[in-house]
């Protein structure tokens, strides 16, 4: 594999510090986004934002214990306001925010193509989780 992709976390790259209102706006803006504009534009139901966050915070956090967290907390609050079973979204998230973040320590994140792929990746093994606690 291309050395400049499997970076490590040795070399030169660290985690991503963010603020603390960007762990709760942005998560909160795409629960919202998720439940209200797709009963007004239901093309747009297929938009899962709130994974794409809860994706982009794993990697570029890079701590797998707060990707966990950060997915449960996303998944338990979309499965409350939605109407979907409580706790379903809240695995599902938990499991992606870990691997995500897991995967974000062997490889360099800072590539954007590397991010579509994993997010793309990540959209697809959600859905497989929905499919399997379906």
Known sequence: MNDSLM????RHSKPSRFRPLAYVVPPLVAILFQIYVQRF???????????????????????????AILGCIIGLVQDSL????????????TLVGYFSASISQRFDV???SLRFVLSFFFFLFHQALLWVLG
């Open 7 to 10: 970076s490590g976390m040795s």
């Open 41 to 67: 534009v239901p093309y747009l139901s297929y938009l899962e934002l709130p994974l794409l966050v809860t994706v982009y915070l794993s990697l570029m956090r890079r701590q797998p214990v707060v990707g």
């Open 82 to 93: 939605g109407m979907h079973l409580l706790g379903v979204y809240g695995i599902v998230k």
């Open 110 to 112: 800072e590539n954007t």
